[in-house]
């Protein structure tokens, strides 16, 4: 096929799927019953101080949220119509920062369990979350942007911001099934938001309960920068555009997760910045053969494309 012909039916496709993505948007009445499944949280710890977060209910008289919502916590509440709960156990993922509060006569409407499973690229997503200190439930709307394999599930990164106070919430996918928990963001002003998996939570929710107020660990995300996942490693010098950082960050880990469609398009990137259009083409090629839905690969194999034809 001729390459200016390709380069157009390529922009054809990126420009079709935004159209689509765009027009995409839950019912009221979806966003009405799901905001009824998202819950305040209001923590006292154990120094005195005092924290927010918020809650999914999962399960009759059971609620996940994040672990660092409840870290180090003697008296957890859980709000329901303005009346509040007290939790009494907790079932910890230090690791995975998702900890399944269990909190009696919680007359709340039970979520959906969906999975990741389903989820494409550039699917509708949308979160329910309590930011700040607001008493009604706030939602944002987005897309999954990328998918990080990681312990039998994936992480989920997705453009729906969140604010602080929104940390155990829920995001959905377009049927309304509860896909993730809003969990962490990067530093910046161009943060990258991220999920944890829906089947994180399903695996704990077999796990045995212990009293709230326990000794605690770090999760994954607040290991030392060298000690987090490779795709935490990779937004500082993509945000910065420190593309030789970038480069080598990224075929560290090509060679650790060489099945995992982000380290090679990461890796293409760098490339494609570094003026190595081959090896960025070889490496695109890579990552379509891994995941023929992601979008930006193709839009980056354009402008290649573009560039070196002047289409």
Same mark, same amino acid.
């Given at each position: 096929m001729n390459k200016r012909i390709l380069a157009f039916l390529c922009s054809i496709l990126v420009n079709c799927l935004v159209a689509s993505i765009a027009s995409a948007s839950p019912s009221a009445a979806l966003? /009405?019953? %799901?905001?009824? /499944?998202?819950?305040? *949280? /209001? *923590?006292?710890?154990?120094?005195?101080?005092?924290? %927010?977060?918020?809650? $999914? *209910?999962?399960?009759?008289?059971?609620? *996940?949220?994040?672990?660092?919502?409840v870290t180090d916590a003697h008296d957890v509440e859980v709000i329901v119509n303005g009346v509040s709960h007290v939790a009494t156990e907790v079932k910890p993922d230090w690791h995975h920062d998702l900890c399944i509060l269990t909190v009696a006569n919680l007359n709340a409407p039970i979520a959906k369990m969906g999975g990741t499973k389903s989820l494409k690229y550039e699917a509708s997503v949308f979160t329910v979350g309590y930011p700040d200190k607001t008493t009604q439930p706030v939602n944002t709307f987005g897309v999954v942007k990328e998918m990080f394999p990681m312990d039998g599930s994936v992480v989920i990164r997705a453009t729906s911001p969140f604010r602080l106070g929104a940390s155990g919430g829920g995001v959905f996918d377009e049927s309304g099934s509860l896909v993730g928990i809003i969990t962490l963001k990067s530093r910046g002003t161009q943060a990258h938001y991220y999920y944890m998996p829906v089947e994180w939570v399903q695996a704990l929710m077999q796990k045995p309960a212990?009293?709230?107020?326990?000794?605690?660990?770090? =999760?994954?995300?607040?290991?030392?920068?060298?000690?987090? =996942?490779?795709?935490?490693?990779? $937004?500082q010098p993509y945000v910065s555009k420190d593309w030789k950082s970038l480069l080598a960050i990224s075929l560290k880990w090509v060679s650790t997760e060489p099945n995992?469609?982000?380290?090679?398009?990461?890796?293409?990137?760098?490339?494609?910045?570094?003026?190595?259009?081959?090896?960025?083409?070889?490496?695109?090629?890579? $990552? %379509?053969?891994?995941?023929e839905d992601h979008v930006q690969a193709i839009a980056y194999l354009n402008k290649i494309t573009q560039k070196t034809t002047g289409a």
């Amino acid at each position: 096929m001729n390459k200016r012909i390709l380069a157009f039916l390529c922009s054809i496709l990126v420009n079709c799927l935004v159209a689509s993505i765009a027009s995409a948007s839950p019912s009221a009445a979806l966003v /009405q019953e %799901l905001n009824a /499944q998202v819950l305040r *949280v /209001q *923590v006292k710890h154990n120094n005195g101080s005092h924290g %927010l977060g918020s809650a $999914v *209910v999962i399960g009759k008289d059971h609620v *996940v949220t994040n672990c660092h919502v409840v870290t180090d916590a003697h008296d957890v509440e859980v709000i329901v119509n303005g009346v509040s709960h007290v939790a009494t156990e907790v079932k910890p993922d230090w690791h995975h920062d998702l900890c399944i509060l269990t909190v009696a006569n919680l007359n709340a409407p039970i979520a959906k369990m969906g999975g990741t499973k389903s989820l494409k690229y550039e699917a509708s997503v949308f979160t329910v979350g309590y930011p700040d200190k607001t008493t009604q439930p706030v939602n944002t709307f987005g897309v999954v942007k990328e998918m990080f394999p990681m312990d039998g599930s994936v992480v989920i990164r997705a453009t729906s911001p969140f604010r602080l106070g929104a940390s155990g919430g829920g995001v959905f996918d377009e049927s309304g099934s509860l896909v993730g928990i809003i969990t962490l963001k990067s530093r910046g002003t161009q943060a990258h938001y991220y999920y944890m998996p829906v089947e994180w939570v399903q695996a704990l929710m077999q796990k045995p309960a212990q009293v709230l107020g326990a000794k605690s660990e770090k =999760p994954f995300w607040a290991a030392n920068d060298m000690q987090k =996942p490779y795709f935490m490693q990779v $937004v500082q010098p993509y945000v910065s555009k420190d593309w030789k950082s970038l480069l080598a960050i990224s075929l560290k880990w090509v060679s650790t997760e060489p099945n995992t469609a982000e380290s090679w398009f990461y890796l293409a990137m760098a490339e494609y910045e570094t003026n190595a259009y081959d090896k960025a083409v070889e490496h695109l090629n890579k $990552v %379509l053969s891994l995941n023929e839905d992601h979008v930006q690969a193709i839009a980056y194999l354009n402008k290649i494309t573009q560039k070196t034809t002047g289409a």
